[in-house]
């Protein structure tokens, strides 16, 4: 495949064929290497065919092979010539990341990690099919899809600080409960406060170091400070809608013109296009109710451990959903649809979006580690408006597949190398810990180098894993 190097850390692949807009890739030449291994610059070119694209196809430094899209990919469409597709979006609808930070220091817990990670893992239910101990009746269920953390935190599941500090305030709007299909919402029902399985995680950190104090400090954030970080999306719910809007797609515009039939899209303006948008949201609002009500559970637990935590929530970003956005198009303002499968929104200084306690700095930008290795605090930037439609990378990206990592590790010898390392694991089975070993992603500092080196966000803060719960 031609590639073409613009500058540092940024590739082009030229337009041509059936290709809309060129492919651009922000990477470093160690991760190209990686990217190379899979389809993911074949998938960065097929997007580009689709209709009403803007500007070019984006892969970022933690892309890697997806459905339809690769995951690390960004995509901006038309809203009168575009199209809104499910796999510009993923299956895990608002699979994201929540940032808590406490009142406590490091050696708060050193001594207490056990004691935290087996009180947490009693407390919140997770694994693949996982019930969860809190019940919902239908009507509110309803309520829950339509308006997201906010009602969750309206009965007594934390405070309105909580939605204050998510993307959205804990609500995407334009949310529908009646596009969610009665398959999902039978599957989501008794979900809701799960973490689930993959490389979903509930992890105990703390500050191991800080880039840039000022920002820092608008964060709430200092050294040795302990952090609880929750990664989890909208559960089966999400995935049923997702599989439900394929079909329909498929059924009324078919994939024969498309380079492939993952790619199946749906006119943003037509009726099927809002209800697919309908029901993302509310699979989007499912997610973000799912991690208040974990968020809730994590301070009953560790309030009993330690009677004077003060837990309070830092950002809540979004990974895989598609946002009516405004973006400069050659020049002018306009509202676009932009996907973002597997990356993180990356707002600068100044956008209304930005929570008003950050708009002077910037979004908080959240990029989790994987299982042993430091996540990071970044911060948006003006820089990633202009380059990625304001995106920013989700974590490291993975370089093997769950069916190689358990032909090549075992989950009790990862459990040893993480406990040597001074990090209590606590997971569901062995084989999700050889599954999400560090090893089978990309080397998360590379990762965060390059997207600081461009300035589509900026480091804030290094944060190093205590305790580690998995489903």
């Not at 769950?402 to 010898?413: C, D, I, P, V, Y």
Request: charged share 30%.
């Amino acid at each position: 495949m031609k590639l073409k190097k613009l500058s540092e850390n940024i590739y082009e692949i030229p337009k041509e064929g059936k290709m809309n807009v060129l492919g651009r890739v922000y990477a470093s030449e160690k991760i190209l290497d990686a990217i190379k291994q899979d389809k993911t610059l074949e998938q960065v070119k097929n997007v580009a065919c689709l209709p009403g694209i803007l500007n070019a196809s984006i892969a970022l430094a933690d892309a890697h092979q997806g459905y339809g899209f690769s995951i690390g990919g960004v995509a901006a469409f038309d809203m009168g010539k575009g199209v809104i597709s499910p796999g510009g979006v993923g299956y895990d609808i608002n699979c994201s990341v929540r940032l808590l930070r406490t009142n406590l220091s490091k050696k708060d817990i050193l001594e207490n990690k056990k004691k935290v990670v087996e009180a947490l893992y009693r407390k919140i239910p997770s694994g693949v099919g996982r019930g969860s101990k809190f019940q919902l009746t239908r009507q509110e269920l309803n309520k829950v899809l339509e308006r997201g953390a906010k009602y969750i935190v309206e009965k007594g599941y934390g405070m309105e600080e909580d939605y204050l500090h998510m993307e959205e305030e804990g609500c995407l709007k334009g949310a529908d409960a009646s596009k969610v299909s009665e398959r999902a919402i039978k599957r989501g029902i008794g979900q809701l406060g799960t973490l689930g399985a993959g490389n979903h995680f509930l992890e105990v950190q703390y500050v191991d170091e800080i880039f840039d104090m000022k920002i820092a400090k608008a964060f709430g954030l200092k050294k040795d400070q302990v952090t609880i970080m929750i990664h989890c999306g909208s559960r089966v719910l999400g995935h049923q809608v997702a599989s439900d809007y394929i079909k329909k797609m498929e059924e009324k515009y078919g994939f024969k013109d498309l380079p492939d039939r993952e790619l199946i899209n749906a006119p943003i303006k037509s009726q099927l296009g809002k209800d697919y948008y309908s029901a993302m949201a509310a699979a989007v609002n499912f997610a973000f109710a799912n991690k208040q009500l974990i968020t809730h559970w994590i301070r009953e637990e560790m309030e009993i451990l330690f009677p004077k935590i003060k837990i309070d929530v830092v950002y809540d970003v979004c990974h895989n959903i598609a946002k009516f956005e405004k973006h400069f198009v050659e020049g002018e303002m306009k509202e676009i649809c932009v996907h973002r499968k597997g990356a993180t929104r990356s707002f600068g200084p100044g956008r209304t979006e930005v929570p008003k306690a950050y708009r002077d700095v910037g979004q908080p930008v959240l990029i989790p580690g994987s299982m042993g290795t430091a996540s990071y605090v970044l911060v948006g930037t003006k820089k990633a408006e202009e380059l990625t439609w304001g995106s920013t990378v989700h974590g490291a990206g993975r370089v093997s597949s769950r069916s190689k990592a358990l032909k090549t590790l075992r989950g009790e010898e990862v459990k040893k190398r993480l406990s040597e390392k001074g990090i209590e694991i606590k997971a569901g089975s062995w084989k999700s810990l050889a599954e999400e070993a560090p090893e089978v992603y990309k080397d998360i500092d590379e990762v965060v180098r390059v997207v600081d080196e461009l300035g589509i966000s900026k480091k804030v803060a290094r944060l190093k894993p205590l305790a580690v719960m998995k489903g």
